[in-house]
């Protein structure tokens, strides 16, 4: 199989199928303002996911993340909450500076 064989099925089963729902989750989502109980939903549930994806890397780690030691994932889980309050309690905020201390980290301890 040749490189534009695997970006094709990429496109075709991983990325078209997705498309298609964050499609109609936009269109859906311009009807739902934003002091509203489904809004207030949404957002929880978002948050839910992250959390529960994180608590993963964390606490069950897959692949080269298991060579980095439970203590330096927790630190960048610390410093992921810090950076979360540090910039109006952004949560894009958190997620990059937990990615970065958790990047670092991972290049020292891999090889």
Excluded: N
């Amino acid at each position: 199989m040749d490189a534009w064989t695997a970006v094709l099925i990429v496109v075709l089963v991983g990325f078209l199928p997705t498309e298609v729902w964050r499609m109609l989750a936009l269109i859906a989502g311009r009807q739902v303002e934003e002091g509203s109980e489904v809004f207030h939903w949404v957002k929880a549930v978002a948050t839910a996911l992250l959390a529960a994806v994180v608590a993963r890397l964390v606490f069950a780690p897959t692949g080269l993340i298991v060579a980095v030691p439970l203590a330096v994932r927790l630190a960048a889980l610390a410093g992921g909450v810090l950076g979360f309050y540090a910039v109006r309690r952004s949560v894009f905020a958190g997620v990059v500076v937990g990615e970065l201390i958790l990047i670092a980290a991972a290049t020292y301890y891999l090889p």
